[in-house]
């Protein structure tokens, strides 16, 4: 370019693009410039005005309510700031749950889809179609409100569970174990099976790959991860007791109780983020070439080492970024827990800590800054591992 | 380049304008022509629209005295339906001129949130619902009973304090609104729901069976309801107040809707200062002398409309109880107008 | 060589095909290939078809059967010794389907929605035939013509005419097609232009886009609404007060613009290189380029997406609720409470009904999806 300049007719600077892309981003710069003034300004100046207090000061207040829920140790004497790490863990706790059981249910049926069985994948595609055209907010309502208040609302009358556990309108009561004196054994035990599980297939792989023996990871991986743990408890004369759950004057006591509000929150994400992963579950099947099947099949690989071995390790470069993107639609969706009363980082924060200290401004952009944070994270992860997996051509 | 240069021409001068418009909540209210009240807008009584959609309740009958006495026309309020949540956000950025939305007086609020509280129309305290099938005979024997509350309000920390100072233990669960509580309530997710004494009333019409439910007696906390106004126009702040004030003195020297063009020419001097016919005490606040006069001509002095929206007049059925006069062996007392 | 070409056993003529064993034929051969393959199989067939035994009857007698058409209240609803199981208390719909439709609209203003829904149908009918003839005049009816007159006439006309009817008495059914409306509205040239930006040489201008777009695209919209209704005003002078369903409006429109931008830079990144370059070579200046070369391009093959998202925006309104806003789902919470229609059923009955409207809306937007889809196909095979 620089050898035509010298033959470049000579024209107006305001036609010279340069010049023009210059005069634009300064413009649109400073016109961003001024309407971020004009609302911070604005923003203090309503603040001061109206003389709210500002800052991060209530982090370390009391925050004087209760939550049903506690993944950590609060009570209302706790700090706001420790309702806010209640929150956020009840948060990443429905949406890990959620992302685990979404995957599973999303997988089958998306492999259900495609299956030469005409009424599975009939079924599979209403399912679908279904459960995407109506609004996620309305199916929590329904499975909360509906669905869970038919179960037994009278304390007698609840479903005892077997292995001494209960199920009604106020939730599920589970056995709590507690772990006594040697279960401490246990846990380094079950620490040392990990760690040798992990070295043993790297060893198999390797010699996989250098002489083609195969070995039977799977059995022996289970063996060394439950294995010594279970020696050790047995050495120690299992030191585990349980709290059963027991009726009490008003509710079930004692053990560990799932609120129904967590559960319907569950129910609903699962099975709402389940239809999305099986379309995507579809399409990356669809994207392995039909070719690959064919040959697998002339091999004489049976309909599920096929899909196994062959497709779905294909399909998975296909899939894996469609489906980070519904595990973040999840963990976003777990915030209509609002709607249900389930106590997430939304309704403790922007609910309950908003009404009390009245700092909108500090304590909605927390909010936003945890969910963002989580969405770039997890965008980060997910580059790093596109390039790991990116076809690299030889 | 130059359409550039008039937006950010055009941003300065709002901010100017906006600079120069602080305070004067009265001249704001003046030029708009109507009061921009917050209400509650779900609770029978004290704020909701009615099956017309007209506003009725006790709070909301406060901001149609307020409309009078500065326009002279009861009917120029726009009512703010406002949640909990919001109702203090709205407050604070000019949304409304003033919240009457049975909101409680505390200490916190009228300092870190920039309220200021004119008084209290209502005082009430915080109670107890339960099925009468439980056989509960007082809120002591709650002891890890699962509760319903409404999430961000007083009642759900008072909720916490009272279960706590009495080592008991407690199952709370907290809902957006007082609408999803109760109906969690009504659906025996919880033994118990919580709120205000006049609330538990109002809201117990929207339960299936209200007769299977009982309130219990304990004093859970005091619960003052009252308008609040933003700080900074102290003005606007006299003139809720004596709203207030006005209405209550009419109710105590017997000044009625219905007799108040008669009581224009008693000759009790309280009453003149009163209807304007000595002194000026309403060009004082801002307002015409005649200010009171309006208010109990076109909405009532306070007991009329406490019988007319909550008591006995209203499907709630409230006794007096403390919002009686202090003549009558309640709270309510206005200083004089003099 | 003079083979026996006149022998006997030589066919002179194609031997007609045996039909196929009946076994892989007709109607056994279809259920053999596709339901009873494999023992497996079998099983699968089996277990699905119990499942389908097991929720068609009770969904269609719940809905149907059992249901209860008429009634004044719950009385009707409730199972009594002669009607042991009740359904779906329709009833309770019929009671309600104009608070449902119109939320708080005053009753005798009501014709002013109708005819707001009857100019929306219009124009979406017009939008979305593809065939209709003057279809610019139609963009411009859509976007620019519609919004002004709707809000006219549904907010009334400043200085006599329509009497005002605040935001705050709209609810129902309208409230849910304008939030979705104005959605798609704002959001789509906004959405352009993001995406243009996305892609622009300029750096400050990328830079900004991206930003907006990937902090829109990280939070949930919730929080979204929450900014809107409780942040906004603080951000605004105070003398400026936007009314309570214009902040929603604001939230959504911003945050459906993100998603929106996305869809389009997918578009705009098909269109090959080789057109914009073709372009510039014409002399065409950027705007022109692309409003006369790569837009029409991009958009078209974008259709599909962009509706694709309107359902998920469609869905998404339901959200406003939450702020407090009286959308179609919100009337019916509110009115599933009310003691004169409290039945066990009713709750159900009316989630029914919302899901009804629900899935046959987005279910008729992804149709039209796929149709625009298979259309825009065959016209890139001939």
């Given at each position: 370019m620089d050898a035509a300049d010298s033959t470049k007719p000579k024209v107006s600077p305001l036609y010279d693009p340069k010049v023009r892309g210059i005069a634009y981003q300064v413009a649109l710069c400073a016109l961003i410039g001024v309407l971020v003034y004009g609302a911070i300004s604005n923003a203090i100046e309503n603040l001061t005005r109206a003389k709210i207090a500002s800052g991060f000061g209530f982090w370390t207040t009391t925050a004087g309510f209760d939550i049903n829920q506690t993944l950590i140790e609060y009570s209302n004497i706790s700090t706001y700031g420790r309702a806010f790490w209640v929150g956020l863990l009840n948060t990443l706790l429905v949406a890990a749950l959620g992302i685990v059981f979404a995957t599973i249910l999303g997988f089958a049926i998306g492999i259900a889809r495609l299956s030469r069985n005409w009424l599975l994948a009939r079924m599979a595609g209403v399912y679908v179609e279904v459960i995407r055209n109506i609004p996620l907010l309305l199916q929590l309502l329904f499975w909360y409100n509906a669905v869970?208040?038919?179960?037994?609302?009278?304390?007698?009358?609840?479903?005892?569970?077997?292995?001494?556990?209960?199920?009604?309108?106020?939730g599920l009561f589970l056995p709590q174990p507690v772990f006594g004196n040697g279960s401490g054994i246990a846990?380094?035990?079950?620490?040392?099976?990990?760690?040798?599980?992990?070295?043993?297939?790297?060893?198999?792989?390797?010699?996989?790959?250098?002489?083609?023996?195969?070995a039977p990871v799977f059995a022996i991986v289970l063996a060394l991860v439950v294995v010594p743990p279970l020696v050790a408890l047995a050495l120690a004369g299992f030191p585990i007791d349980f709290i059963y759950p027991y009726p009490g004057r008003f509710n079930i006591q004692g053990g560990i109780e799932i609120l129904p509000e967590f559960m319907a929150l569950l129910f609903g994400l699962v099975i709402y983020t389940a239809a999305f992963i099986a379309e995507v579950v579809r399409a990356g099947l669809f994207a392995v070439s039909r070719g690959q099947t064919e040959a697998a099949y002339s091999l004489g690989l049976p309909t599920g080492p096929t899909l196994r071995l062959v497709v779905i390790p294909q399909a998975m470069r296909v899939i894996i970024p469609p489906l980070t993107s519904q595990y973040l639609n999840l963990t976003k969706n777990s915030s209509l827990a609002v709607a249900i009363g389930y106590p997430d980082l939304v309704q403790i924060f922007t609910g309950t800590v908003l009404n009390q200290t009245g700092?909108?401004?500090?304590?909605?952009?927390?909010?936003?800054?945890?969910?963002?944070?989580?969405?770039?994270?997890?965008?980060?992860l997910m580059n790093l591992y596109d390039r790991r997996v990116a076809l690299v051509e030889r | 380049?130059?359409?550039?240069?008039?937006?950010?021409?055009?941003?300065?001068?709002?901010?100017?304008?906006?600079?120069?418009?602080t305070a004067q909540t009265l001249n704001t209210i003046k030029t708009r022509g109507v009061l921009n009240c917050g209400a509650n807008g779900t609770l029978a009584g004290f704020g909701a629209p009615d099956a017309q959609g007209r506003w009725t309740g006790l709070d909301v009958d406060f901001c149609r005295a307020i409309a009078a006495a500065i326009f002279n026309d009861a009917n120029k309020v726009k009512f703010v339906p406002l949640s909990s949540k919001d109702r203090f956000t709205a407050l604070q950025t000019g949304e409304v001129d003033v919240l009457v939305r049975n909101t409680t007086w505390t200490s916190s609020r009228d300092t870190t949130l920039g309220l200021n509280f004119t008084g209290v129309n209502f005082y009430d305290h915080q109670a107890f619902m339960v099925r009468k099938a439980l056989q509960v005979k007082s809120a002591l024997e709650l002891n890890d009973a699962a509760i319903c509350v409404q999430q961000g309000t007083t009642t759900e920390l008072n909720l916490a304090d009272y279960f706590r100072a009495r080592k008991m233990k407690l199952k709370t669960v907290t809902f957006a609104s007082a609408d999803e509580a109760i109906k969690a309530y009504d659906s025996k997710r919880c033994d118990g729901y919580t709120t205000d004494a006049s609330g538990i009333r109002s809201e117990m019409r929207k339960l299936v069976n209200p007769d299977e439910h009982v309130i219990l007696d304990d004093v859970v906390s005091k619960e003052p309801l009252g308008p609040a106004v933003r700080q900074g126009d102290d003005q606007w702040f006299d003139i809720v107040k004596w709203v207030h004030f006005a209405m209550l003195t009419a109710e105590e020297f017997g000044v009625t809707k219905a007799n108040v063009d008669e009581q224009l020419k008693s000759d009790i001097p309280d009453l003149k200062r009163l209807l304007g016919s000595e002194g000026k005490h309403g060009e004082a606040l801002g307002l015409t002398n005649d200010w009171a006069y309006r208010i109990i001509k076109q909405v009532g002095n306070y007991g009329e409309v406490f019988e007319r929206n909550v008591g006995q007049g209203s499907p709630l059925k409230l006794p007096r109880g403390y919002n009686a006069l202090w003549s009558k062996g309640g709270l309510q007392y206005a200083p004089p107008i003099r | 060589m003079t083979v026996a070409t006149q022998a006997a056993y030589v066919a002179s003529s194609p031997i007609p095909a045996i039909p196929p064993p009946s076994a892989h034929a007709g109607v056994i051969g279809w259920l053999r290939a596709n339901l009873f393959s494999s023992p497996f199989n079998v099983a699968l067939t089996i277990v699905c078809a119990l499942l389908i035994l097991w929720i068609v009857p009770s969904l269609l007698r719940f809905l149907l059967i059992d249901a209860v058409w008429t009634g004044a209240d719950r009385q009707a609803c409730l199972a009594t010794p002669e009607h042991p199981e009740v359904g779906a208390c329709w009833a309770f719909v019929r009671d309600r389907i104009n608070f449902f439709v119109y939320g708080f609209y005053p009753i005798d203003q009501r014709w002013r929605v109708d005819v707001f829904f009857a100019a929306l149908a219009f124009g979406v009918g017009w939008l979305t035939w593809l065939d209709a003839p003057r279809r610019d005049i139609c963009l411009i009816y859509f976007f620019a013509?519609?919004?002004?007159?709707?809000?006219?006439l549904l907010h009334g006309t400043p200085g006599g005419g329509l009497p005002l009817v605040e935001t705050a008495k709209w609810g129902g059914v309208l409230v849910t097609v304008v939030v979705a409306a104005v959605g798609i509205v704002v959001s789509l040239p906004l959405g352009v232009l993001l995406a243009l930006g996305r892609r622009s040489e300029m750096p400050a201008v990328r830079l900004f886009s991206v930003i907006f777009i990937e902090f829109v695209r990280g939070v949930p919209l919730i929080t979204v609404l929450f900014m809107a209704s409780v942040m906004l005003p603080l951000f605004l002078p105070d003398t400026w007060s936007p009314d309570k369903l214009l902040r929603a409006l604001v939230g959504v429109a911003l945050f459906s613009a993100a998603y929106m931008a996305e869809v389009v830079r997918a578009g705009l990144q098909a269109i090959p290189r080789g057109q914009h370059e073709a372009a510039m070579a014409v002399g065409l200046s950027y705007w022109k380029a692309m409003y006369l070369?790569?837009?029409?391009?991009?958009?078209?093959?974008?259709?599909?997406?962009?509706?694709?998202?309107?359902?998920?925006?469609?869905?998404?309104?339901?959200?406003?609720f939450i702020v407090g806003i009286f959308d179609l789902l919100k009337t019916v919470e509110a009115a599933r409470g009310d003691p004169q229609w409290a039945t066990p059923v009713t709750?159900?009955?009316?989630?029914?009904?919302?899901?009804?409207?629900?899935?046959?809306?987005?279910?008729?937007m992804s149709r039209y999806a796929r149709y625009v889809e298979a259309r825009l196909a065959q016209g890139d095979r001939r």
């Open positions: 869970l208040k038919a179960l037994p609302e009278q304390l007698q009358e609840s479903f005892i569970i077997p292995g001494g556990g209960f199920l009604n309108r106020r846990f380094v035990a079950l620490i040392l099976g990990i760690v040798a599980a992990i070295i043993f297939r790297i060893r198999i792989k390797r010699r996989h790959e250098q002489t083609g023996v195969r700092q909108a401004v500090e304590v909605v952009t927390l909010t936003m800054a945890v969910y963002l944070t989580i969405s770039l994270v997890t965008s980060l | 380049m130059a359409r550039v240069m008039t937006r950010i021409a055009l941003a300065a001068v709002l901010s100017a304008i906006a600079s120069a418009a | 013509v519609l919004p002004i007159v709707s809000f006219l070369i790569i837009l029409p391009q991009a958009l078209k093959i974008t259709i599909p997406n962009i509706v694709n998202s309107a359902v998920g925006l469609f869905k998404d309104t339901t959200l406003v709750s159900t009955t009316g989630y029914a009904f919302v899901a009804i409207f629900y899935f046959l809306s987005c279910y008729a």
